[in-house]
T-cell receptor, first 112, second 117 residues
Framework: DGGITQSPKYLFRKEGQNVTLSCEQNLNHDAMYWYRQDPGQGLRLIYYSQIVNDFQKGDIAEGYSVSREKKESFPLTVTSAQKNPTAFYLC???????????FGDGTRLSIL | AQSVAQPEDQVNVAEGNPLTVKCTYSVSGNPYLFWYVQYPNRGLQFLLKYITGDNLVKGSYGFEAEFNKSQTSFHLKKPSALVSDSALYFCAVRDIQLQTGANNLFFGTGTRLTVIP
């Protein structure tokens, strides 16, 4: 089945450590997105990529980095500069201009 | 800038009764509006969208939404609620940046629906 796979489902970070969240899609979508979800705040856009080898900062990019070297992959690195990384992270992709975004099942990141 | 508001954090409804989850929007230009549902520890699932055309949009799992331009609203409805409809619901509006060509979504803060048996 086509879809978006996020891994791992749960991740723990130590102080001063960078961690990378994986997002892979087999929908052949050009656009991909990373969101952060905190209780009561909805989804906030971290980074997005409209095409391979290109990405743009979203509303809360500080402390995060991404790459888009392949169409199907859009990994997110949470760096040690992100002082409050505990959250639920969601990856999404989109096909055509008016099409909805499709979401993975998320990665929950916690601090040890 | 585009925005959406979900004025109710929590909605409770009895099983079998009709349900409404409210959403209002603010956009420049024509609105592209979406509803998503989220179950615990899962991603968002697409329910329906309004791009143009009929003001009553039908979607997945028996949900529908009514687009009202004069009231700038896009309320989600279902004639008869099920216990399994209990979840977190998000309204979203397309945010298109002409300068960059970005085509993103701006989400509301979500409404938690509880259907009481």
């Amino acid at each position: 089945d086509g879809g978006i796979t996020q891994s791992p489902k749960y991740l723990f970070r130590k102080e001063g450590q960078n961690v990378t969240l994986s997002c892979e899609q087999n929908l052949n979508h050009d656009a991909m997105y990373w969101y952060r979800q905190d209780p009561g705040q909805g989804l906030r856009l971290i980074y997005y990529s409209q095409i391979v080898n290109d990405f743009q900062k979203g509303d809360i990019a500080e402390g995060y980095s991404v790459s888009r070297e392949k169409k199907e992959s859009f990994p997110l690195t949470v760096t040690s500069a992100q002082k409050n990384p505990t959250a639920f992270y969601l990856c999404a992709s989109r096909g055509g201009f008016s099409q909805p975004q499709h979401f993975g099942d998320g990665t929950r990141l916690s601090i040890l | 800038a585009q925005s959406v508001a979900q004025p109710e954090d929590q909605v409770n409804v009895a099983e079998g009764n009709p349900l409404t989850v409210k959403c209002t929007y603010s956009v420049s230009g024509n609105p592209y509006l979406f509803w998503y549902v989220q179950y615990p520890n899962r991603g968002l699932q697409f329910l329906l969208k309004y791009i143009t055309g009929d003001n009553l949009v039908k979607g997945s799992y028996g949900f529908e939404a009514e687009f009202n331009k004069s009231q700038t609203s896009f309320h989600l409805k279902k004639p008869s609620a099920l216990v399994s409809d209990s979840a977190l619901y998000f309204c979203a509006v397309r945010d298109i940046q002409l300068q960059t060509g970005a085509n993103n979504l701006f989400f509301g803060t979500g409404t938690r629906l509880t259907v009481i048996p």
